[in-house]
């Protein structure tokens, strides 16, 4: 299906159409809101990591104090654990609001498909509280600059070192591995040279992968500390990663840094990050000449991420076969209430049960726990991961209690105009037309599947 620029920009490319968002005019003018200041951001702040770490380190001394006893104590971490379960759930709200309201929709996308692609859970190892912001401080402010700055900032956060046990790497030949006995553990060098850069087909070997882990040891994070280089925790000695020789002197984060930025431009990397970013905007089958594009755009530039979006939304391919993906239910949320023009202020007034009641449990039957992928890969792309018969119920039914509850919409066919344009089928219309209810002809435009997919 072939759409006019606007619909296919703001479906495929951003959160969908709104009566209140004019729908982006170009590529070009997608890649200078881009390249602008993130003004919802700012509008909508989320606290970074270093405020959720002292939080975390308060909790600490309160959960020190609980082990040893009394009223007073378990009264007062109970508060605190309801505190921070309470500023979750607006973190949570602010993350749909977002989406909901931005003139930017494509940089909005960009920070869920890089917060995947560098995906880690709130799930266990103390990071229920902690992983919005991580996608705040390493995800969102690196997405239009290199990709090694991205890689580095994403690898060297105290949450994905806590979440890929870095913390329990030791260099066995190290002051601090002979003195206690400890070793590597390599899930962190597993995961970026098969996820995070050369792909699952790159040119690495079990070999790369002790020698990166080895190369890694000394990157530490803690609640107490943050996160810091130790070396005496290094391994001692030369590390040879895909043929490249790092280290051999003194211990030092620098020759890390080094092999990150060296794996960031592999050509390996370049195709496998191509293939990703097509494989979630366009198609589960991705054109190979696209692909094509966004690697020689990597390569040409050093991974210059800008450049990339650019060969991506210049590429004629880019703006085919409509409906080709279906939306996650993060997205689905965030575009149905960016449909019905929700304000802002009726998700920032939701109670943390509401919050549960309309996002999170939702989210949650729909097959999205909120943070809580299943692994270091993140949430699959397939359509058929997605439209399934209890996934389609469950939207269903929030789409009835969200329009019945929140409202929004108005006129149901005039509400699937705004909301679809020209990728509203003429069956959608006519079914809408002869709906009961309004309410009802707006659930129908929202289950329908011109609206679930892009």
Do not use: C
Not at 195 to 212: E, I, P
Not at 229 to 248: D, H, I, M, N
Not at 434 to 449: D, Y
């Amino acid at each position: 299906m072939k759409l006019s620029f606007q619909t296919t920009a703001a479906i495929r490319f951003g959160y969908g159409l709104s009566p209140l968002v004019a729908a982006p005019a170009s590529g070009a003018d997608m890649l200078a809101r881009l390249a602008g200041p993130d003004k919802t951001a700012a509008r909508f702040p989320i606290k970074p990591f270093a405020i959720r770490l002292q939080q975390e380190r308060e909790m600490g001394k309160l959960r020190k104090k609980r082990r040893k006893g009394g009223a007073a104590a378990e009264a007062a971490y109970k508060k605190a654990i309801k505190t921070a379960s309470a500023e979750k759930l607006r973190e949570l709200r602010v993350t749909m609001i977002r989406p909901m309201i931005s003139e930017d929709g494509f940089r909005e996308r960009l920070v869920r498909f890089w917060a995947d692609h560098f995906a880690v859970s709130a799930r266990g190892k103390g990071l229920r509280f902690v992983a919005t912001s991580y996608i705040e401080d390493a995800i969102r402010p690196k997405i239009t600059g290199k990709f090694r700055d991205l890689l580095r900032a994403a690898t060297t956060h105290p949450v994905m070192l806590t979440y890929l046990d870095q913390t329990q790497s030791i260099g066995p030949n190290s002051v601090i591995g002979k003195k206690k006995n400890r070793g590597l553990n390599e899930n962190l060098a597993r995961e970026i040279l098969e996820l995070h850069t050369l792909g699952v087909d790159g040119a690495y070997t079990q070999t790369d992968v002790r020698q990166f882990a080895e190369l890694l040891t000394g990157l530490e994070a803690s609640y107490r500390n943050g996160f810091r280089f130790r070396p005496r925790a290094a391994e001692p000695g030369a590390e040879t990663v895909l043929g490249r020789v790092y280290g051999g002197g003194a211990a030092s984060i620098n020759d890390i840094y080094q092999a990150l930025d060296d794996i960031a431009i592999h050509p390996d990397t370049a195709r496998n990050i191509a293939r990703k970013l097509v494989v979630h905007f366009i198609s589960d089958t991705p054109p190979e000449a696209l692909v094509n594009n966004l690697t020689k755009a990597f390569l040409a530039t050093e991974g210059d991420l800008m450049a990339v979006y650019k060969a991506l939304l210049n590429h004629p391919r880019a703006w085919d076969d409509f409906g080709q993906k279906a939306k996650q239910p993060f997205d689905y949320l965030a575009s149905a209430m960016r449909a019905l023009a929700l304000e802002p202020a009726v998700i920032e007034g939701l109670s943390s049960r509401e919050t549960r009641l309309y996002l999170a449990g939702p989210m949650e039957v729909m097959g999205q726990p909120y943070q809580r992928p299943s692994g270091p890969n993140g949430w699959p792309e397939a359509m058929g991961d997605w439209i399934t018969p209890q996934g389609l119920a469950a939207r269903i039914e929030w789409a009835l209690i969200v329009t019945n509850r929140l409202g929004g919409g108005g006129d149901p066919v005039k509400f699937a105009r705004q909301t679809l344009s020209d990728a509203a089928s003429p069956r959608l219309l006519e079914a809408v037309a002869q709906a009961e209810t309004a309410t009802e002809g707006r659930v129908l435009v929202l289950a329908s599947p011109e609206f679930n997919r892009r």
